[in-house]
C-alpha cells in the first residue's frame, strides 16, 4: 500500500499549476539517480536542466513530472504538473508542506557540526515520537525546500539543517522552515572566502532566528567565536536564547570530559543546576559539546531529560564522520 505523500489536487493548489490528469505520489525528488518508485519528480534547471531527465524519471518509476515546458520526446499520456517556475514550485511545496505540519521544527545552523548534531538529535527524539530529518547535507536553496516538501504531516518533529556558502542564503530558509527552536553550533573561520571575517560569518549564522515566532527559541553555543557579536545578532529577532558550552557562563555548561572505550564521557550541569553524566557514542569534546546543545532542545521542548540521555547513548556518527585514521609517514603513524 501507498504511503501517499501528495495528491495533484493539493500539489496544484500549492503551486498554481495545472495537472494533465490526477496522479498519487509518495515522495519528492530532485535527482533521477536517486528517484523512487512514485516520487514526483522535479525538472528543476540548475547545473542541468532536469527537463532533459523527464523521460529517464518516467523509467524510473516516478508518479508524475513537474515542468515548466513539455519534453518534445515525451509520452502525450505522461503525468505532468506544467508550473511557471519548476524551482519555485518546490519552494511552494515546502511553503505548503510546512503548514500542515503541526509537529515540533528544529533547525540547526553553524560553521561545524550541523550534520551530526542534526543526526544526534533526530537519534534522540526518535525515543519520543516520529521523526522526519533532512537527508545527508540537504541544507541549501534545494535541500531545505526538498526536506520540507518530503515531510510526512503525521510526524512529530522535524530536524532541519540550514547552511550556507554566501551571505543572505540563511534568512529566507529560515523563513521556510519556520522552526520551533533553532540550533546554532560553534561559529568559527569556515566561509571565510566569502566573509571579511567571522564576526559577518556570526551575523550570517544569527539569521537563523528570522524564522522563529516570538515564542520560539535559540539554543546557541557559548564557545562559539565572537559570541557577544552573535548573541547580539540573535538579540536583534526579540527571542529568547540559552546557551551552552565549556564557557562557565553557558546555561548548559560542560564541566568534564573523557574518553573511554571510544566513548566520550561527560559531567555537565542544566540550567536549573542539576548535575548530570551522559556520553556519546564518539570520541571528541566537540560531541560532547554539540551532545549538550541537543539536551537543551530536548529540555526547551519539556521533553524528558533522562529519557533523552539513554537514547542520545544509541547515536553513532555516520560513516566518514567522527574517524580516527592512523596515516603512515616516514615510518611513523600520525
Known amino acids: 500500500m501507498i504511503n501517499i505523500l501528495w495528491n495533484s489536487c493539493d500539489a496544484a493548489i500549492a503551486t498554481g499549476g495545472k495537472n494533465t490528469c490526477n496522479w498519487v505520489a509518495s515522495g ?10 512514485g516520487d514526483i519528480f522535479m525538472a528543476i534547471a540548475d547545473k542541468r536542466d532536469g527537463h532533459d531527465y523527464v523521460v529517464e524519471a ?14 518534445s520526446n515525451l509520452s502525450s499520456e505522461a503525468p505532468l504538473l506544467i508550473v511557471q517556475d519548476v524551482k519555485l514550485a518546490l519552494a511552494s511545496l515546502a511553503s505548503f508542506g510546512r503548514r500542515r505540519f503541526f509537529g515540533k521544527v528544529i533547525a540547526i ?22 521523526v522526519f530529518k533532512a ?37 529566507p530558509l529560515s523563513e521556510l522552515a519556520k522552526p520551533n527552536v533553532a540550533l546554532i553550533t560553534d561559529v568559527s573561520e ?22 522563529l515566532s516570538r515564542e520560539g527559541l535559540c539554543v546557541v553555543s557559548r564557545d562559539s567565536q565572537k559570541y557577544a557579536h552573535l ?35 561527560a559531567t555537565a ?21 554539540n551532545a549538550l546543545g541537543v539536551i537543551a532542545v530536548l529540555d526547551s521542548l519539556e521533553l524528558d531529560i533522562t529519557q533523552g540521555l539513554f537514547a542520545l547513548s544509541n547515536w553513532s556518527p555516520t560513516s566518514g564522520r567522527g574517524l580516527i585514521t592512523n596515516i603512515r609517514c616516514d615510518d611513523r603513524y600520525l
Open 28 to 37: 519528492v525528488s530532485i535527482d533521477t539517480r536517486t528517484l523512487e518508485k
Open 58 to 71: 518516467f523509467k524510473r518509476g516516478a508518479a508524475v513530472a513537474v515542468v515548466s515546458k513539455v519534453p
Open 109 to 130: 545552523t553553524g560553521s561545524v557540526g550541523k550534520t551530526s548534531t542534526k543526526d544526534m538529535l533526530a537519534t534522540t527524539l526518535s525515543d519520543f515520537g516520529k
Open 135 to 171: 537527508e545527508k547535507s540537504f541544507n541549501n536553496h534545494l535541500g531545505v525546500p526538498l526536506t520540507l516538501a518530503r515531510t510526512p504531516p503525521t510526524s512529530d518533529f522535524l530536524v532541519v539543517e540550514i547552511g550556507m556558502s554566501n551571505k543572505k542564503e540563511i534568512a
Open 190 to 211: 569556515a566561509h571565510l572566502a566569502s566573509f571579511n571575517n567571522v564576526i559577518e560569518i556570526a551575523k550570517e549564522k544569527s539569521d537563523i532566528c528570522q524564522g
Open 231 to 265: 548573541n547580539k545578532y540573535i538579540k536583534r529577532f526579540g527571542v529568547k536564547t540559552v546557551s551552552f558550552g565549556q564557557s562557565k557562563n553557558s546555561n548548559y555548561k560542560l564541566i568534564k570530559t573523557s574518553i573511554k572505550s571510544n566513548k566520550t564521557c
Open 269 to 289: 550541569v542544566l540550567k536549573n543546576g542539576l548535575e548530570f553524566f551522559f556520553k556519546v557514542n564518539s570520541t571528541g569534546v566537540h560531541h560532547a559539546k
